[in-house]
């Protein structure tokens, strides 16, 4: 796993307030793996990313300390998820799709 996927892996850790044991993230290909497996973490429905964004309902609450499980929804995961994506990897956001690839379509190392 290079420098960028354990960034990634840290900050997405840190904003959700999960843990994403190494065997695990060693199986994320894609965003969209990615954004699976912190949804089952916080034990939530999936929702694919095309509908959270069409209907942008979601809110960023990566600034929240603490925030609870409780407190998250599937459009409040992607839209923070694919801005830590954004941010880490210097991407296009609309390059930030689920089937996107890390390594082939990102540019992930």
Known sequence: ???ENIEIVLRTEETFNINLPDD?????VTVGDLYRLVLSKLELPYVQA?????????????????????????PDV??????????QLQVKEED???EAA??????CD
């Open 96 to 98: 930030v799709k689920e």
């Open 24 to 28: 695990e993230c060693s199986k994320v």
């Open 78 to 87: 992607w839209l923070p998820l694919k801005g830590i994506i954004v941010d």
């Open 50 to 74: 095309k509908e959270v964004e069409a209907e942008t309902h979601g809110r960023d609450r990566s600034h929240l300390r603490m925030p609870s499980l409780s407190s998250w929804s599937p």
């Open 102 to 107: 890390f390594m082939h379509d990102l540019g």
């Open 1 to 3: 796993m290079g420098l």
